[in-house]
């Protein structure tokens, strides 16, 4: 059974930082490329990032270029999304998702089949 957990959202202030797992089991991320979503309240779903062990790092939408890093850990069988500097514009609930091989569209979230519960990220002060 396929599954995908997300963890470490919380409340940050601007300008800080916060890393987000993603824990995949009943599978391998060695075939599977994850990716990284995030909607915000009265928004559709945005994507953030995404890699596949094939290809690398396939996609960062231009809104967090410079400020966020995708990265995986095959051995963990998890995905981490590394964001500094984050605004009040990045809070959203962030979600992972997972498809086999490589989207042809890594930021259309209809390119996945499998999604994570989401974790919610609050950049405030």
């Known amino acids: 059974q396929v599954q995908l957990v997300e963890s470490g959202g919380g409340l940050v202030q601007p300008g800080g930082s916060l890393r987000l797992s993603c824990a995949a089991s009943?599978?391998?991320?060695?075939?599977?490329?994850i990716g990284w979503f995030r909607q915000a309240p009265g928004k559709g779903r945005e994507g953030v990032s995404c890699?596949?062990?094939?290809?690398?790092?396939?996609y960062y939408a231009d809104s967090v270029k410079g400020r966020f890093t995708i990265s995986r850990d095959n051995a963990k069988n998890t995905v981490y999304l590394l964001m500094n500097s984050l605004k009040p514009e990045d809070t959203a609930v962030y979600y992972c998702a997972t498809t086999y091989g490589t989207p042809r569209y890594p930021e259309d979230p209809t390119m996945y089949d499998y999604w994570g519960q989401g974790t919610q990220v609050t950049v405030s002060s």
């Open positions: 009943g599978f391998t991320l060695d075939y599977f490329a």
């Open positions: 890699i596949s062990t094939s290809d690398g790092i396939l």
